[in-house]
């Protein structure tokens, strides 16, 4: 998974945003003391890293049509599974490193519009 972080592109920048998201970087209210721990969504569970990048339940909109979109770009049904949208990893059915290196940039930018919703009410929106 981390020998992966470096593979999304040749953007240092992306690079970066992986790194970060794995090394969990971004403070959620779990790790911020200075807020109660509970999501700031509003859906009253705790906000840890795994929550608010993927289990909150008012991102499940926002996933949904992300893995319908690459399910219909692909012609293959992907699973919705936080360890191919977070973490990268990159399914056995996808075989060509076109496919995979597209997936990537996909999935890199459905999470960039999670982040640039950070410490908000709303969760991100398809199409953004």
Known sequence: MCSEAHKVTNANIWQEFQWKII???FRTPQIN???T???WRGCGELGNHL???WSCP?????????????SKVFGVIFPRNPQIAI???IPETVESRNHVYLLQI???SAKKAVTSNWLK????????
Do not use: M
């Open 58 to 70: 008012k991102l499940n909109g926002f996933w949904e049509s992300i893995f319908q979109t690459i």
């Open 23 to 25: 090394s969990r970087y």
């Open 87 to 89: 973490l990268g990893v």
């Open 33 to 35: 003391l200075a807020l």
């Open 121 to 128: 009410k709303d969760p991100p929106v398809y199409g953004e």
């Open 37 to 39: 721990g509970n999501c």
């Open 106 to 108: 996909l999935l890199a």
């Open 51 to 53: 929550h608010i990048f």
